[in-house]
T-cell receptor
Framework: EDQVTQSPEALRLQEGESSSLNCSYTVSGLRGLFWYRQDPGKGPEFLFT?????EEKEKERLKATLTKKESFLHITAPKPEDSATYLC????????????WGLGTSLAVNP | SAVISQKPSRDICQRGTSLTIQCQVDSQVTMMFWYRQQPGQSLTLIATANQGSEATYESGFVIDKFPISRPNLTFSTLTVSNMSPEDSSIYLC??????????FGPGTRLLVL
């Protein structure tokens, strides 16, 4: 069964303390892995799409990487404004309609 | 990319009434979707909105409860019918461009009393 698991569920960092969020997946034929940021009460904001193992993408303090089994979202020197829930989703080859979502990692960055 | 707007942004409704949520995309997109997100939970797909034909519903969601229209490539509506407090949630419109990426609207926060 296709599945996406994110860890940890929650993470609290001090400002400037770098860390990584994990998204492990089991799908039959990966067509894309997506990272989103979601602030409370708002819709998910698109961050990255990764298509193949070895691919990396960066945006400001965020860097996403992909292997055949998992993806990491690295946060370098985070700031309080990076506090949000980070969602991972995958799109498999067999189901054109539906993204398979993880439950998210809630990140809090303390000043 | 695609910029998506939703109306209303929030509403408080009485049990037994219906609410229609509008979704407008700033460019033509290949697919449009409606999601529900309960507090503290991840996203649940309600249905895929098909242009000019009936929406494709996921298990647990039915047309009588969540009628959907998509008259053109950039606009869709979701109606939440005969509402109960269990329908209180955030409803999200989403659109997929020619590439795989899906973009989301800001959401409609619905509270049913």
């Amino acid at each position: 069964e296709d599945q996406v698991t994110q860890s940890p569920e929650a993470l609290r960092l001090q400002e400037g303390e770098s860390s990584s969020l994990n998204c492990s997946y089991t799908v039959s034929g990966l067509r894309g892995l997506f990272w989103y940021r979601q602030d409370p009460g708002k819709g998910p904001e698109f961050l990255f799409t990764l298509y193949s193992a070895g691919e990396e993408k960066e945006k400001e303090r965020l860097k996403a990487t992909l292997t055949k089994k998992e993806s990491f979202l690295h946060i370098t020197a985070p700031k309080p404004e990076d506090s949000a829930t980070y969602l991972c989703a995958v799109h498999n080859a067999g189901n054109n309609r539906k993204l398979i979502w993880g439950l998210g990692t809630s990140l809090a960055v303390n000043p | 990319s695609a910029v998506i707007s939703q109306k209303p942004s929030r509403d408080i409704c009485q049990r037994g009434t219906s609410l229609t949520i509008q979704c407008q995309v700033d460019s033509q997109v290949t697919m449009m979707f409606w999601y529900r997100q309960q507090p503290g939970q991840s996203l649940t797909l309600i249905a895929t909105a098909n242009q000019g034909s009936e929406a494709t519903y996921e298990s647990g969601f039915v047309i009588d409860k969540f009628p959907i229209s998509r008259p053109n490539l950039t606009f869709s509506t979701l109606t939440v019918s005969n509402m109960s407090p269990e329908d209180s949630s955030i409803y999200l419109c989403s659109a997929r461009t020619g590439q795989e990426t899906q973009y989301f609207g800001p959401g409609t926060r619905l509270l049913v009393l």
